[in-house]
Nanobody, 124 residues
Framework: QVQLVESGGGQVQAGGSLRLACAAS????????RAWFRQAPGKERQFVAA????????YDAESVEGRFTISRDSAKNTVYLQMDTLKPEDTAIYYC?????????????????WGQGTRVTVSS
């Protein structure tokens, strides 16, 4: 059974940092793009960042570029999202996903596998 399990969420003050992890099991995703999405209360799920098997990454420039960094450890089948200089508007449930798609693909429907999400709350 394929599973993606997120961890690392929590509550932090504005300006702080968190590191999310997404561990995969049940299959390797060596040729998949791995992504992070987020969904704030009352809003649609939004693309945050993605990384492919070669380490090429893409970000939602408007909201997170320059503050968030995505990385992957293929040996551990794990993807990370380092979030720095957090803002209250970053508050959301963060989901990891995997899909056979381009790293620049921001459409959630392009991703086949999803985790259950981890909550991030940033207070002002």
């Amino acid at each position: 059974q394929v599973q993606l399990v997120e961890s690392g969420g929590g509550q932090v003050q504005a300006g702080g940092s968190l590191r999310l992890a997404c561990a995969a099991s049940g299959r390797t995703f060596s040729t998949y793009s791995r992504a992070w999405f987020r969904q704030a209360p009352g809003k649609e799920r939004q693309f945050v960042a993605a990384i492919n098997w070669d380490g090429v990454s893409a970000y939602d420039a408007e909201s997170v570029e320059g503050r968030f960094t995505i990385s992957r450890d293929s040996a551990k089948n794990t993807v990370y999202l380092q979030m720095d200089t957090l803002k209250p508007e970053d508050t959301a449930i963060y989901y990891c996903a995997a899909g056979r798609t381009a790293v620049t693909d921001k459409e959630s429907r392009s991703y086949d596998y999803w985790g259950q999400g981890t909550r991030v709350t940033v207070s002002s």
